[in-house]
């Protein structure tokens, strides 16, 4: 067994709710925009693998209801699941409890999630 060493990471998350539509198929953009898509950028701060990413097109990230399912494309290749819920009707908390990282300088090659943040949540700052 492997033991792990916990690293203090601190994460600046940046989404935006609209975009337009992507065909998960062929990529091309389609020409209608959709309120449930998000976009936007990662900051973190600690990590040894990455220091930024932005949204990304396929697999598109998303708020269903309350759940928010945002997925950033990492500087190193790498890719940040971040998944939870908004928690109250301001949609001022999103509840993570976990981001996964898949790939890249801190990942297993193959895909396997390998590698994980452990977050209380992410607040909205003004």
Known sequence: MVGTKAVPVTLQVTLQQGGTVTNPGNGAASHYFSNALLTGSIKVQGSPCFSSGVTQTTPASAVIGNMVDARFLMDDGSTLSLLGPLT???EGHI???????????CG??????TNAIVVPG?????
């Open 108 to 113: 297993d090659p193959t895909g396997v999630p």
């Open 88 to 90: 109250d009707v301001t």
């Open 122 to 126: 992410l607040d909205r700052q003004s």
């Open 95 to 105: 509840s993570t409890g976990i981001i996964l990282v898949q790939g890249g300088n």
